[in-house]
């Protein structure tokens, strides 16, 4: 039977406190061991107030990897894609296309030692994976109402590697609102329905933020709401969703998108919504923040009704309200991906103006 420890380290994420409870291993010098043509991206995540231990716990999610551009099935599956979408070398969306795809082409370094600091707390990660991701649950040495709310991380890098790999994580009060919002035609135009359309919009187009979501956000983020991205988008897309969200204005917030290989999927199944993807990540998220308010914001593309109306069924307490937008064309009843819920605790809406006007929905309190 694998040990606690070992189980927390091969998953990306659980929804259990658990994962850091376990007694630590003797203390040791932390090292990093990264390479001079390796990279590290600090993802976005939170902190939290873990009170039966009477301490902030951070949650740190990083991936190492490599600009590789020399892999035969990665460049053959984007090749597949660039066919699909008719763009060659010479189409004028052939540049954007390129680098909206890098990301995809990456050697993932697996078998990495990560050591971490912050708030001057030096912390060695889990060795990176073989998809080159790391992540864990770690106590920080700070006084109890000394969170603030963003905290810097920052690699520890070898003596003589001078470069700097920097992110942050939020630090979120134990009482409060939170809102948890997907991406993809919740807050960014996206087309799900339309698989061209969708690839379309990812690779070779602008992104677009869907009209009035960044304002209704904004006054979220006035009263003080805390904000997580809860995506089916994969982690190689963040650095253009991050580039976006900042764009568009929308309040920073902790990230979590899904964990995809190019030889696992195809690339025309990036965007798929299992339930079993975003459901632990949201419910990690209540677990997290047992005294908090939740607001779950989503489209009715795919499966975002039904699975906040399973959370809200779950956490009857918890969630404030779940808000849906129909998209554009979208007709039918959705009444039915709701069975089971008090229709008082959902609103389908097309408009954000529908959701900032409505002062009973803008501050639920």
Not at 74 to 95: K, T
Not at 155 to 172: A, H, K, L, N
Not at 305 to 321: F, T
Request: proline content about 6%; charged content about 25%.
């Amino acid at each position: 039977m694998p040990t606690l420890r070992k189980i927390c380290a091969g998953l990306l994420f659980v929804s259990t406190l658990s994962c850091y409870a376990e007694p630590p291993p003797p203390p040791r010098a932390v090292t990093t061991n990264l390479k001079s043509d390796e990279t590290v991206i600090l993802f976005p995540t939170n902190v939290f107030f873990d009170a039966k231990q009477n301490r902030w716990v951070a949650h740190i999610h990083g991936w190492v990897f490599e600009p590789e551009q020399d892999s035969a099935l990665r460049n053959s599956l984007i090749g597949s894609v660039r066919a699909f979408l008719d763009i060659d070398q010479s189409s004028h969306a052939y540049p954007l296309f390129t680098a909206r795809t890098r990301m995809f082409l990456v050697d993932n370094e697996g078998d990495k030692d990560i050591a971490l600091q912050v708030r001057g707390q030096n912390i060695q990660a889990h060795k990176t994976g073989d998809n080159g991701h790391f992540e864990l649950l770690t106590p920080l040495a700070i006084e109890t109402s000394g969170c603030t709310k963003w905290l810097n991380v920052k690699v520890i890098t070898p003596q003589d590697d001078q470069r700097d790999f920097s992110g942050r994580i939020q630090c979120v009060a134990e009482q409060g609102i939170s809102v948890i919002s997907d991406i993809d035609d919740t807050i960014k135009q996206s087309n799900v329905l339309d698989k061209k359309e969708l690839m379309k919009n990812t690779f070779v187009r602008d992104f677009k933020a869907v009209h009035g979501m960044a304002e209704l956000y904004r006054a979220w983020s006035a009263q003080g709401y805390a904000f997580h991205y809860v995506s089916s988008s994969p982690w190689q897309l963040y650095p253009a969703l991050n580039a976006f969200l900042l764009d568009a204005d929308y309040p920073a917030g902790s990230m979590h998108l899904k964990l995809v290989r190019l030889k696992d999927t195809s690339f025309f199944n990036l965007f798929d919504t299992p339930e079993a993807g975003k459901f632990p990540e949201i419910t990690a998220l209540l677990t997290q923040y047992p005294q908090r308010k939740f607001i779950l914001v989503g489209d009715a593309g795919e499966k975002d009704p039904e699975i906040y109306a399973r959370i809200a069924k779950d956490n009857p307490d918890r969630i404030l309200k779940i808000l849906i937008r129909r998209l554009p064309g979208q007709s039918g009843d959705l009444t039915p991906r709701f069975a089971g819920l008090a229709a008082s605790k959902w609103q389908v809406f097309e408009q954000a103006e529908q959701v900032l006007n409505a002062i009973a929905i803008r501050d639920p309190r």
